[in-house]
Structure formats: C-alpha cells, structure tokens
C-alpha cells in the first residue's frame, strides 16, 4: 500500500494501429494511485477498469478478459513483503494464461519485481513511476499481445484451411440461365449481414456458393471459417465451436481458440447443419441470438461479430417434425434460403463444367489436354447426375487416365447408352418403339427439349409446335 504519486512527466503520447481500445485492469488498495491512473490511461484512450484489493480483481478476471494488467505487490494485509502480490499473480496466471501482467512496486524493490516476472509477470515499474515509461510499457506490451493472439489464430486457421478444400470463386461455372440469376441474387445478398441457408442435394456445390457469397461481403479481408458439423461429436461440440482454457479437460493441455472466435469479423459456414445432435442445438442457438459465448471451461463471456451461412440437403421442416431440429433455429439460420439447383436441371453448365475439368486435372497431373467424342458429350448432357458436380468431377478425372489417346469416349466416362438415353428421348433414341407407351414417350421429348433449351418455356414450345396453353398442359400433366 505504498503512498506515490505520479512525477511531472507529460504524458507520452500513445499512438495504436488497433481497431478497438486497449483495456487496462488495474489494481492498487491507495485510491489517490487509483484515481491518477485511472486519469492518465483514459486521455491515452485505453478502457480502465480498476479495483483496490486482490479478491475483487480476480473476481472481475474471471468474467472478462483484458488487454494488460497493471498490479501493485503490496496490500492492507502484507505492506512490503510483496508476498500477496506475487501469490496473485500465480492466481491470475491460472484465470488468464496470456493477458500481460505489469507489476507496481515501491521501496526500490526490485528483487521482488524480478520474482514476480519469475512468476509470470512481464514487466514491471518502480513508484514513483514517470508518465512515459509506464505509457511506453503498457503500449509495448498490448502489441505483444495481439501479435501473439494473432500468431495463434492463424496457426489454428492454417491448421483448419489444410483440412479443407479450398474455395476459389473464380471457378464458379454458370452458363445456364438459372445459375446466372443464382450468382446475382448472392453478388446483392452478400452486401447484407443476414444470415443465408443454402440448400440441395450432394454434390451441388453448396460449400462453393457460400465462398462466394463471403467474397462478395463487405466481409471478405476477414477469415471464412468451415465447419463439417456431421463431423464434430457430441462431446466435443463446444470446445470446436467455442474453444477451451488449459486444463479444461484431460486432454485440455493449452488453451484453444473456437471456430466463432476464429471467424471473429468474417463468416462461419456451418455445412451439414442438419446433423448437429439436438442437445447442442441451444447452445448454437444463444450465440446467434446473443452474439456471445463462453469457452470451455472459463466464465468468461467474450463478444462475436460473425456472419453465418450455413448448408444442408436434408429436409429441415421434416427433421422439425421428427423432433430432431429445433424450430427456433432453422429460424435464426434461414433469414434467406438459397436452393442450389442440381446438375440436371442446368444442362446448359455440364460442358462447360466438363471443360474446366479437364482443363484443371491436365494441369494438375502435368498432361496433355484431351476432348470429348461426340457420343461421350451428348451422353454426359444425357445422363442424370445422382452425384452433381463431384461426380462430374471424379468422372473426368478418371477418364484422361483410362483413355487410350487425348479423345474420351462414352466408355472412358464409364457411361453405357442405356444411362444416357434414359432421360435423352426421341432425340437419342431413348425409349423403346415396340414397348414404350405415347405418354412415356411424349414425356421423353419434352425433358430432352425442356434440357436442350435450358428450361426456356417458350423455346420448348415453339420447337415442338405447340401453343404456350397446349405446353402447359402438357407439363402439368407429366408433372413437369
């Protein structure tokens, strides 16, 4: 409790290139040092917190974190062993691993300031103190701090981005009319913060859209962070997205930084989100709601400023239904629904598609490049794509391997003519003449035109010489 005051020093001018100001919690049971500090480091722009014994700043510790601590060593119960002082520094050490604690000591001590520092503090300054070096101190160390936080957030996001395929929006393939009006509907949707929900069958390319859709934010110089949810067990739901303190768990050995504090300004993409088990659904839906968490294992409640986009191919109302998704969150995650149509449905981007892959996978394996005969591209427009865009992908690939020259046959695709013609139609002699009836086979034709003319109403029509009322009859008759 020593008795100082600061000298006349003028306050050093603190400059920070941080987006947000710097928090200082400050300790010392001398209200006339509390009040001098707490002048001081508010005209330097830092937020103050300040207490006057041990039990209340560890307290306040542990339900907030902050940029630097600054701690006297000697209080009412103890007033110049410096002994209370060290033992709280080994407590905050336990409440806060990395926060920088900066020591205060009087009498010249400087044997119990090098103590503390054994004990974890990083610095420490003598009362009575100079305005400048103190200032000087408190800047160095913040800057510390966010580069160390920094350092070990990208070596989780490295870490994370080597587990996933990376997503280059450049290589988005929309030649169909459907697939251009997607790509502008996300290009204004991505000028918003609501949260998007992209749904279809496998292998549609959901995760590509969501990339997409970030680059096209206001949020794209911040980090895009995936999520396999079908992936993350029950019991590991909160370290994954929230991350844990050390000593948490068992396995806890070092603190670990949560996916939402990793997309901190920037986007999480939660795919499968179908598959989050029911009694972890609350806890993702708080964070939504409140834009807070805690890590596990720690009381602390930090703030998040993320946007969610999130996919899935099952039906969500039906899980609602089952009682397996809770209907509150499909409320929070859909504030837009996207449907991403399946490969079938957008003919006109199969050759293209067909194109950028075989484009890719020469360059990837250093060949030549090789086409496509003609029966093998009509039998890949034909043909009716259970497995979408990453089937198309496997397909090709395999193909520049199993053909025997730079020209890929319908056999190298692995396709037979029966596969093919199933939804080709009269145009490639896809149904049976002696067998099939004039339904199924006037069905035939209007799928094979309606791909043709990539679902132009009006074009189908009118090459099949029909009046728009006829088609339309024709289509709901077919259910088409």
Known sequence: ????????????????????????????????????????????????????????????????????????????????????????????????????????????????????????????????????????????????????????????????????????????VAQSAVMKQLLSQLAKLAKSDMNILFTGENGTGKSMFAGYLHQCSQRHKQSLISVNMGAITDNLFESEMFGHVKGAFTDAKETRIGRFELAEGGTIFLDEIANIPLSQQAKLLRVLEEKQFEKVGSAKTQQVDVRLVSATNASLAELIAQGKFRQDLLYRINTIEIHIPPLRDRVADILPLTQYFLSLFATKYGLESHQLTDEAAAGLKHYHWPGNIRELSHMIERAIFLSQQQLITLGDLGLSPTQTAKVAGIDSGGFDSKSDTLEVIERQIIVDRLARFDNSGHETAESLGLSRSSYYRRLEKHNL
Not at 83 to 109: C, F, N, Q, W
Not at 135 to 158: D, F, P, T, V
Request: charged share 20%; aromatic share 4%.
């Open 1 to 172: 409790m020593t008795s100082a005051t600061a000298s006349s020093t003028p306050p050093a001018t603190l400059s920070t290139t941080h987006s947000t100001m710097p928090s200082i919690l400050i300790a010392d049971d001398d209200p006339r040092i509390l009040t001098t500090l707490k002048l001081l480091l508010k005209s330097q722009n830092y937020q103050v917190v300040a207490v006057s014994s041990p039990a209340e700043l560890l307290t306040v510790l542990a339900r907030r974190s902050f940029s630097v601590a600054l701690i006297d060593l000697n209080y009412q119960d103890d007033t110049t062993s410096g002994k209370e002082g060290l033992a709280l520094v080994a407590k905050m050490r336990v409440l806060d691993e990395h926060m920088p604690i900066v020591v205060m000591t009087g009498y010249s001590s400087v044997d119990i300031a090098v103590e503390a520092m054994k004990q974890g503090a990083a610095d420490f300054v003598q009362k009575p103190w100079k305005n400048e070096r103190l200032l000087s101190i408190l800047q160095a160390q913040c800057h510390i701090q966010r580069i160390a936080k920094a350092g070990q957030k990208l070596a989780q996001e490295n870490a994370l981005l080597k587990s996933q395929s990376s997503t280059d929006c450049q290589n988005i």
